[in-house]
């Protein structure tokens, strides 16, 4: 969430941020608004409150003087006063949770190297690692390799749970473990990340904090229950919730957390896209990367967290692209955002794998996560990052189409022959 006195100090630059991710500004209008009206009603009171003072010391006067019926007469002024004074108060609570409720409808402003533009045309491509490899056959896309080497069940996945999910089997479930275990091994072994298994169900607070609500309610799925509680869409939320409402320590920071869970989006808004498959699916699963660091900290841990998802590509030998996404492109919460990029033979294009936000101190304002540097310095709030490393799915699907062979087999990355039980191919 933005600072309300940022907002208030740097209206322009805030509209112009706004307009640059291409999001109405009226809600900034009515801010403005509510400022005006709450600064009128806090001056008001202040004047109240002074007669008030001023009354009761004259009532103290008056009974000293003996003039009781004076007393008793300023006595009723002192209560009426009183009562427009909690009239005002209430007033400037109303004013303050309708400004509250106006910031929390408000994405982060991008950083000023973001690339401008609506959507992911404007996106700026900044690094390409390996070429995409020439077939000298037709390559099938993962669902007829999936379905023909029988470790890929949609059909049955529709029966027992509707459209947009599947079942892996045999071999195909054993690489998705496998990819899990990699993936982990790899954050924790050599990247520094404390592995963390969260819960998958969050409450409101933590759905507010990451700055899913109140923006993102339709694509949470919720459970029937009076406590608020929904299915995670991503471990993000309980992850970068982990310290919400605490003081750190500056000389813990960075803290750095990455967790396997499964994710539950409704993908509202995104019927007819991506159906085919499971690249765009109701559940799934990722391994994400957190970090909660200092404010001057936050811009080389986004480049570093954006190369240590890069590094599980590599590792598979898998095709990619890295690209910053346009202010109209950009995740909510964030102030600029890297996608790593997956080569699809089947598609011949590159699609997203694995998204790495820096979010500035938007989270944590929502959360109040903040660190003291010291003694008796004030606290401040943090800066948050988040980075998928990787989507489990997708890097299955990768896998399938970059490794088949003419005959329809599939070869496994010889970095995953450990976790596959020394299997080396499919089919």
Request: with cysteine; glycine share 8%; net charge negative.
């Amino acid at each position: 969430m933005l600072d309300l006195n940022f907002v208030r100090e740097n209206l322009e630059a805030v509209r112009e941020g706004l307009r640059a991710r291409y999001f109405p500004t009226e809600a900034l209008d009515q801010f403005v608004e509510q400022d005006a009206e709450r600064r009128r009603i806090i001056s008001e009171a202040d004047d109240v409150n002074q007669a008030r003072n001023a009354a009761s010391k004259e009532i103290g006067d008056l009974i000293k003087s003996g003039k009781k019926d004076e007393a008793e007469a300023k006595k009723a002024e002192v209560a009426g006063l009183k009562e427009k004074q909690l009239e005002l108060e209430t007033k400037r609570d109303a004013a303050e949770a309708a400004m509250h409720e106006l910031l929390a409808g408000l994405p982060n402003v991008p950083a000023e190297d973001v690339p401008v533009g609506a959507d992911e045309n404007a996106n700026k491509e900044i690094r390409k690692w390996s070429e995409p490899r020439e077939f000298d056959f037709e390559p099938k896309d993962h669902v007829d390799l999936g379905v023909a080497l029988g470790i890929l069940d949609l059909e049955r996945a529709t029966k027992i749970a509707g459209a947009r999910f599947s079942i892996f089997n045999g071999l195909g479930a054993q690489l998705n473990r496998a990819l899990i275990n990699f993936m982990l091994d790899l954050h924790t072994r050599e990247h520094g990340f404390t592995e963390t298994v969260p819960p998958f169900i969050v409450n409101r607070d933590a759905l507010f904090g990451s700055g899913q609500l109140p923006k993102f309610e339709g694509d949470l799925f919720h459970l029937k229950d009076e406590r608020g509680f929904a299915l995670i869409p991503t471990s993000e939320v309980p992850l970068v919730n982990y310290y919400a409402d605490e003081i750190l320590n500056s000389a813990d920071l960075p803290k750095r957390l990455t967790a396997y869970s499964p994710c539950f989006r409704s993908e509202a808004g995104s019927y007819g896209r991506d159906t085919r498959g499971v690249i765009r699916l109701h559940q799934f699963e990722k391994v994400e990367m957190i970090v909660l660091c200092k404010p001057e900290e936050s811009e080389s841990e986004h480049e570093t967290m954006t190369l240590y998802a890069e590094k599980v590509l590599q590792l598979l030998g898998l095709p990619y692209r890295t690209v910053v996404l346009s202010t109209g492109d950009m995740g909510f919460g964030a102030k600029k955002t890297y996608d790593i990029e997956v080569w699809l033979p089947s598609q011949s294009t590159y699609r997203e794998i694995s998204s790495c936000s820096n979010c500035g101190d938007f989270q944590a304002r929502r959360m109040n996560l903040r660190f003291r540097r010291g003694g008796s310095a004030k606290p401040e709030f943090a800066h948050t990052l988040n980075g998928s490393g990787l989507a489990i799915g997708r890097t299955w699907i990768a896998i399938l189409e970059n490794y088949q062979q003419p005959d329809g087999t599939i070869q496994i990355p010889e970095i995953l022959h450990q976790y596959m039980g020394g299997v080396t191919k499919i089919g």
